[in-house]
Nanobody, 115 residues
Framework: VQLVESGGGSVQPGGSLRLSCVAS????????MSWFRQAPGKERERVAT????????FYADSVKGRFTISRDNTKNTVNLQMNSLKSEDTANYYC?????????WGQGTQVTVSS
């Protein structure tokens, strides 16, 4: 299983970023996909999850109305559109899949929101 994130970077408060995660090594269409984040000194937290068909989504309260998770099952890709970014969104963002045997994580992509 391989999860490769991209799209992180530095942005000013109020800005936007789009993260992408390309998955391989498992049957992508069999599992929900999630984004997590971890800020320095804090526990890793789940940001968003999308179901297999993309029709249902979970969001952490802290990102509701600002972030949108989506997936493209033809490209084995899950995306996280992040709008109205705040300084507290600064973190390393990880793509994750929970299969029948294990949880798999990407290497992470850093998002920094600062003026």
């Amino acid at each position: 299983v391989q999860l490769v994130e991209s799209g992180g970077g530095s942005v000013q408060p109020g800005g936007s970023l789009r993260l992408s995660c390309v998955a391989s090594g498992f049957t992508f269409t069999n599992f929900p996909m999630s984004w997590f984040r971890q800020a320095p000194g804090k526990e890793r937290e789940r940001v968003a999850t999308v179901t297999i068909d993309g029709n249902s989504r979970f969001y952490a309260d802290s990102v509701k109305g600002r972030f949108t998770i989506s997936r493209d099952n033809t490209k084995n890709t899950v995306n996280l559109q992040m709008n109205s970014l705040k300084s507290e969104d600064t973190a390393n963002y990880y793509c994750m899949v929970r299969t029948l045997v294990n949880d798999y994580w990407g290497q992470g992509t850093q998002v920094t929101v600062s003026s």
